[in-house]
């Protein structure tokens, strides 16, 4: 079994996904998840029932810069939220940034920082025994029509073969 990393960090995506999943609690799992104060705001205005739920969501506010995250701003096209997240994971060392943005994904590596999304917390749930196969594989079918997730057709169905192939 994996080890959870020391700090979750998260994004807006995979906040707003899980909750339009009615899955949001499976990131009790991870214990507490910061949440940038950018972030935050940008879950208020687009599904504030998220920050609701039963989670443990700690709102926060970047404090140190990092001149690398500066630097790969442009070159990504990072916004204001994704900013803020890479920010803390370079101020919180072996972080774990939750995120389903391409380019903050991209960002990450780059600062040698792990990133997993919505499709990666549901794969994790199913091999932690946190959710069912059968309960983690009508999740996965619903992203399409329940989610503003934008993914890969043939990424989804990858992920779904994987699942249904999993044995504890």
């Known amino acids: 079994m994996a080890q959870i990393k020391a700090v979750v960090i998260a994004d807006a995506g995979p906040i707003i996904?899980?909750?339009e999943l009615h899955c949001l609690d499976i990131l009790n799992d991870y214990g507490r998840i910061i949440v940038p104060e950018t972030v935050w705001l940008e879950v208020a205005y687009h599904r504030p029932q998220a920050?609701?739920?039963?989670?443990n969501l700690i709102r926060q506010r970047a404090v140190d810069f990092s001149p690398q995250v500066n630097a790969l701003t442009p070159l990504y096209t990072l916004h204001a939220g994704e900013q803020e997240a890479?920010?803390?994971?370079?101020?919180?060392?072996?972080?774990?940034?939750?995120?389903?943005?391409?380019?903050?994904r991209l960002a990450a590596k780059n600062l040698g920082?792990?990133?997993?999304?919505?499709?990666?917390?549901?794969?994790?749930?199913?091999?932690?025994?946190?959710l069912s196969k059968s309960e983690v594989l009508?999740?996965?079918?619903?992203i399409p029509s329940q989610t503003s997730l934008h993914v890969r057709a043939s990424l989804?169905?990858?992920?779904?073969?994987?699942?249904?192939?999993?044995?504890?």
Do not use: P, W
């Not at 919180?92 to 380019?103: G, I, N």
């Not at 920082?113 to 946190?130: D, E, I, K, M, Q």
């Not at 009508?138 to 619903?142: D, G, I, Q, T, W």
């Open 17 to 19: 996904h899980l909750d």
């Open 51 to 55: 920050l609701c739920a039963q989670v």
């Open 138 to 142: 009508e999740l996965l079918r619903a």
């Open 156 to 168: 989804l169905s990858e992920v779904i073969n994987d699942v249904e192939r999993f044995t504890k």
């Open 113 to 130: 920082v792990t990133a997993h999304g919505t499709l990666g917390v549901l794969v994790r749930a199913v091999r932690r025994a946190s």
């Open 86 to 104: 890479l920010h803390l994971c370079v101020a919180f060392k072996d972080s774990l940034l939750l995120t389903d943005d391409t380019a903050a």
